[in-house]
């Protein structure tokens, strides 16, 4: 299991954070190429562009797992070295290095803290400044069939691979950043054809104005050719709450549950949403009147579905000690409850 010194402390940013969407850069080295009399397409060099400018913010992350070393990426949100990346590449890590672009010199790297429900970690490198940073795209813009780059760090060579967003909202599987237990899925992930390797893992997927939309991962279902993405929508949140406190809380109903998805709600009945597995007999949940098997459906005015699971839900909707209306099935019957939300750090459970 990986011990992080300064998990839950807070952490003091330096003022070049760079969260900001990037304004798109005007295109250059346009070419026409004439397929026919009245017929013209435009070939520029937009992804070339976006990579070039990524490159000096990706690094690559080394870490000690048994049984033999094991590599990842990671990007610069922080001009002081605060580096983002996924939890596989940083998962039952007992040292890590990170390489920065440009530095011969290697740097001894911490974990400031991460996010099994979304799949995020947050990593430092100290003794660092005015390092290039990349910034997230505007976490709604993103569209199937957007064309996206996977740029590695400086051990992978800074590979760049070009291809699109296949479909979002996607299941997938992640290494659990605790050592011995299973596997942690995700429920909104973005799928694309760029195959993503063990190297490629946890840098930026960006757009091709150079924003990060999204983390690449390797999912441990067999895909094929499919390599998938973390959400920047599902992620930023957990970002800045880790750059400005040192931590991840989030909402919660003190339950832990299995998502409904369409097809599985067509094979059981069930209702699309979340069914409760185990409750926290101290949470609100249990005092609201919830039991295990009910099918949370919807909190307040928004329905539980593929785009809106529980768990990022209570991140990007709601906060702690709000006090929402949660309506949920039971035996065959809708019903409503009011709580009032507690505060938690996200668990791997």
Do not use: W
């Not at 990426?73 to 596989?88: P, R």
């Not at 007992?94 to 672009?101: F, T």
């Not at 530095?103 to 803290?113: G, I, M």
């Not at 006090?323 to 809708?334: F, H, I």
């Amino acid at each position: 299991m990986l011990v992080a010194a300064g998990l839950v402390v807070t952490v003091l940013v330096a003022t070049g954070v760079t969260l900001a969407v990037l304004k798109l850069e005007s295109r250059t080295n346009t070419q026409q190429v004439n397929l026919r009399s009245g017929v013209t397409i435009s070939e520029d060099s937009a992804i070339v562009q976006a990579a070039a400018r990524a490159r000096p913010a990706v690094v690559s992350v080394i870490t000690q797992q048994p049984p033999s070393p094991s590599r990842g990426s990671g990007y610069l949100a922080t001009s002081d070295g605060y580096i983002v990346t996924n939890i596989a590449v940083i998962a039952g890590a007992r040292a890590m290095k990170v390489l920065v672009p440009g530095d011969s010199q290697s740097h001894d790297a911490r974990l400031v803290d991460y996010d099994c429900q979304t799949g995020v970690a947050v990593i430092k490198i100290d003794k660092v400044n005015g390092l290039p940073t990349l910034a997230f795209a505007d976490p709604n813009a993103l569209v199937q069939g957007q064309v996206i780059v996977a740029v590695g760090g400086p051990f992978e060579g800074s590979a760049v691979t070009p291809g699109y967003v296949s479909a979002m909202h996607r299941i997938a599987s992640i290494a659990n950043p605790s050592s011995g237990q299973k596997a942690v899925e995700l429920s909104d992930t973005i799928q694309t054809n760029v195959v993503i390797g063990a190297g490629t893992a946890g840098g930026p997927l960006l757009n091709v104005g150079g924003q990060v939309v999204g983390i690449a991962m390797q999912s441990q279902v067999s895909t094929g050719t499919n390599g998938f993405g973390l959400n920047v929508a599902d992620v930023q949140d957990d970002v800045q709450q880790i750059l400005q406190t040192g931590q991840v809380v989030v909402s919660s109903l003190g339950v832990s549950g299995t998502d409904v998805s369409p097809e599985l709600s067509l094979l059981s009945g069930l209702p699309v949403g979340s069914q409760l597995v185990t409750l926290d007999q101290s949470g609100p949940a249990v005092a609201a009147g919830l039991q295990p098997g009910d099918v949370i459906t919807q909190l307040d005015d928004v329905k539980l579905d593929a785009a809106h699971p529980l768990r990022l839900l209570l991140r990007s909707r709601f906060h702690p000690n709000q006090r929402v209306t949660v309506t949920y099935a039971r035996a065959g019957a809708s019903t409503q409850t009011q709580l009032t939300l507690s505060g938690q750090h996200p668990t791997c459970s």
